[in-house]
């Protein structure tokens, strides 16, 4: 079973043209369309079983429309093997009633994206949602380390992340992008071990760039750093993920399927950890 713990899609009518202007934006290749239809399309060419579908919320006034279409729409996504998540902007003040709203309705957890959202991570703001979310059983995924769109700024380091740790002691936080896209060494060091998982979307392997592309996009984990990060960590918190439409979900688990882990280290990245944090 595979299970992507890391996935986008956008109302169809408009997907295509977010994803292009995002492209444009990060200077890298998308892989779908950026639809529902177009993420169904691509479990089935990869045999992805299960995908977690992630929206951000770039300012306060969407949260509640578009995590009312996600709740309307759970059921028929779920019955093509995509589990939605909701999101929470960190101006939305209405922090606690639109997360008590998402467990209500069934949605496993909420995202957040600190450099979409201009806020560092250890923000007062940040930590009252994860620690709302802690107390409902929500799980939260958050963006982590360098947006390759924003990389003048850093909004969620290893630093940022260890004083949410300190002070919050979240119970389900997963940090994307390996712990700190582009900071490697930073987790590796600091961060790896700690009570939090880790997935591994656009993490591993070659970028497909477009011109004018940033220079971090030589930054990502050679397949020995990768594996060397996973096993500090503890395989049992590593969850399989891919960034679609940004990775193409078949190639990505070609790379993880080459790497030096055991065929029991893979089946717990790739859905074992999964199944366990989502409750499947």
């Known amino acids: 079973m595979i299970i992507d713990f890391h996935t986008h899609t956008f109302p169809k ?11 444009g934006v990060s200077k890298t290749v998308p892989f779908t369309d950026g639809s529902p239809d177009g993420l169904i399309a691509s479990m089935e ?36 093997g995509i589990i939605t998540f909701g999101g929470i902007h ?11 709203r998402l ?18 991570f250890d923000d007062i703001r940040m930590m009252r949602i994860i620690d709302c979310a802690s107390e409902l059983g929500l799980i939260v995924l958050t963006h982590a ?28 936080l997963v940090l994307a992008h ?16 700690a009570p939090v998982w880790l997935d591994t979307s656009f993490s591993i392997g070659p970028i497909t760039p477009l011109p004018g592309a940033s220079p971090y996009l030589t930054e990502n984990l050679s397949d020995e750093a990768f594996v060397r990060l996973v096993r500090k960590h503890g395989t049992d918190k590593v969850l399989f993920a891919t960034d679609s439409p940004w990775e193409d979900q078949a190639d990505y688990i070609r790379r993880v399927e080459k790497t030096a882990l055991t065929d029991a280290e893979k089946e717990r990245i790739f859905s074992g950890n999964a199944r366990k944090l989502l409750g499947l």
């Open 145 to 172: 380390g360098i947006d390759i769109g924003l990389y003048d700024h850093n909004y969620c380091s290893v630093k940022h992340i260890l004083n949410v740790l300190d002070q919050v002691h979240p119970q389900r």
């Open 13 to 23: 009518k408009t997907s295509l043209s977010i994803v292009n202007k995002l492209a």
């Open 178 to 193: 390996m712990g700190g896209w582009g900071d490697w060494d930073a987790v590796e060091r600091d961060l790896a071990g």
């Open 103 to 120: 467990k209500d309705a069934g949605i496993p957890g909420s995202k957040l994206h600190p450099a979409y959202q201009n806020v560092d």
């Open 90 to 100: 960190p101006d939305y003040e209405d922090f606690r009633g639109e997360l008590k």
């Open 45 to 80: 060419k990869s045999g992805t079983d299960r995908s977690v579908n992630l929206p951000v919320m770039t300012y306060a006034g969407q949260v509640e429309k578009v995590n009312r279409s996600l709740m309307t729409q759970r059921e028929e996504l779920l019955s093509h």
